[in-house]
Every structure is written in C-alpha cells, then in structure tokens.
C-alpha cells in the first residue's frame, strides 16, 4: 500500500500562485510514477500532469502546460506541483496519484493510488 496525503491547497486571485504537496508514505516511493488529476464541480476527474520514477521524464495536459511544474524528491517521498499564472478555471480540488507505470499513470484506471484531495480555489 501507498498513503499519499496532499496539503498546499488554498484560494488565490487569478494570476497568482500556489505549490501543491504530496507526501507518499508505505512502500517505496521511488518504484513509482506519480501525477496530480483534478475535478471541478459537476465534472469529470482529469489528468493534469504525471512525472516518472526518476524525474527525467514529465508530461502535461495541454491545459496547464507552460503554467505548472511537477517534480520530486525522492529522498522527501514527496511530489509537488508549482502552479503559475493561475486561472479561475483551474479550480477544482487536486488529486495526488502513484502508479506502477509512467504511462498508463495517465489515466485514471492507471491508477494504483490516490490521494484524498486538496482544494484550489482561484478567484477572478
């Protein structure tokens, strides 16, 4: 088993900025993908970005591409998401995922784990 607990969530004014964490306790965090999803009221759950095992490799929804960053210190068992430039529209409560692979981490059936949320309001 994999705990993940999220913590950074708040309201912020449109074009500002918050950073996201993830904290991964149980088995050993480095033998896993991770990404952050997201859901906004009345809708469905979305990958927002995912980061592989070693953090060479990272990968975005077109969304928030250019705006957010995921990376991670294996050393922390912690994952994060810096996100910039924020809109109204990126509200939605965040989601922390781990997964056995970088790929299928991208959907939400690829997941092995989830985290249960922290809330990003962005007000305009």
């Known amino acids: 088993q994999v705990q993940l607990v999220e913590s950074g969530g708040g309201l912020v004014q449109a074009g500002g900025s918050l950073r996201l964490s993830c904290a991964a306790s149980g088995r050993t965090f480095s033998n896993y993908a991770m990404a952050w999803f997201r859901q906004a009221p009345g809708k469905e759950r979305e990958f927002v970005a995912s980061i592989s095992w070693s953090g060479a490799n990272t990968y975005y929804a077109d969304a928030v591409k250019g705006r957010f960053t995921i990376s991670r210190d294996n050393a922390k068992n912690t994952v994060y998401l810096q996100m910039n430039s924020l809109k109204p529209e990126d509200t939605a409560v965040y989601y922390c995922?781990?997964?056995?692979?970088?790929?299928?981490?991208?959907?939400?059936?690829?997941?092995?784990?989830w985290g249960k949320g922290t809330l990003v309001t962005v007000s305009s």
């Open positions: 995922a781990a997964a056995t692979s970088f790929i299928t981490i991208r959907t939400k059936d690829g997941v092995n784990y």
